[in-house]
C-alpha cells in the first residue's frame, strides 16, 4: 500500500517534469504526453524487460497511462505558474528518483534476483525515465552530467538493500530510504554537489 502510494505520486512527479521539458522544446499536446509519458514509466518498462517480468506494469494496469497523460496535461496547464513552483518541482522530481530506485529494487526482490541486479534495477527504474526524457528532448542526459543524479539513486538502492539485509522490514526500510533520498537529493541541488566532470586536454571550459 505504502509503495503504491509513493509509486503514483512519483509517475506523477515525473510526468510533470517531462511535460515541462517538452514545453521548453516548444512540443505540441500530443508530444508534451508523450514526453511525459516516458519519462514517468520508461524505468519501469526497461527495468520489467530486463528481467522478464510481463506483462508490463502499464500493460497491466492501464489506469496508469492516464494517470500520468493527467499529470502531463496538468503540469502544462500550470506552466505559467512554473517559476512560483520551482521548489515544488524540484522536491518532486528529487521523490519520483528515489521512490523508483526503491520500487525497483523492491520488485528486482520479489523475482530473486541476485543483490547486484536488485540494486541495479533499482538504478535503472531511477535514472532510465529521465535519460529517456532528455534523449527524445535533444540534450545531454542529465545522468551523464556533473549533477548528483544517478549516485543519489545508487546510494539509495545501496541504503535501502542493506537495511533489509540487516533485519528491517521493507516497509521500514523504505520509510527510511525514500527521506534519506530526497534529502541528499535536495541537499545536492542547493550545494551544487557534483560529480568531477573530465574535459579533453587543452579545453578551457570550466
Known amino acids: 500500500m505504502l509503495l503504491t502510494a509513493i509509486y ?17 522544446r516548444r512540443m505540441d499536446l500530443f508530444g508534451i504526453c508523450f514526453i511525459g509519458t516516458v519519462t514517468a514509466l520508461g524505468g519501469g518498462s ?4 530486463l528481467l522478464g517480468h510481463y506483462p508490463l506494469g ?7 497511462l492516464l494517470f ?8 502544462a496547464l500550470l506552466a505559467r505558474h512554473a517559476h512560483r513552483l520551482h521548489g515544488i518541482f524540484l522536491a518532486l522530481d528529487a521523490l519520483g528518483l528515489v521512490a523508483f530506485t526503491v520500487i525497483g529494487c523492491n520488485v528486482a526482490e520479489s523475482a530473486n534476483a ?21 534523449v527524445l528532448c535533444n540534450q545531454v542526459p542529465l545522468v551523464l552530467r556533473r549533477d548528483f543524479y544517478a549516485s543519489v539513486s545508487l546510494l539509495t538502492g545501496l541504503l535501502y538493500v542493506g537495511l533489509q539485509r540487516g533485519g ?4 521500514h526500510a523504505t520509510l527510511v530510504a525514500v527521506p534519506a533520498g ?3 537529493r535536495l541537499v545536492a541541488i542547493r550545494f ?6 573530465f574535459a579533453p586536454p587543452g579545453d578551457a571550459k570550466k
Open 114 to 134: 541476485p543483490l547486484a541486479i536488485v540494486v541495479l534495477m533499482g538504478l535503472v527504474t531511477g535514472i532510465f525515465g529521465g535519460l529517456a526524457r532528455d
Open 58 to 64: 502499464w500493460v497491466a494496469h492501464p489506469e496508469y
Open 68 to 75: 500520468t497523460v493527467g499529470a502531463a496535461i496538468a503540469a
Open 168 to 171: 528491517i522490514a521493507p516497509g
Open 46 to 49: 526497461v527495468r520489467d524487460m
Open 192 to 197: 551544487r554537489l557534483g560529480l568531477p566532470v
Open 182 to 184: 530526497c534529502v541528499l
Open 8 to 24: 503514483l505520486v512519483a509517475i506523477a512527479a515525473e510526468a510533470a517534469s517531462g511535460a515541462l521539458m517538452g514545453m521548453r
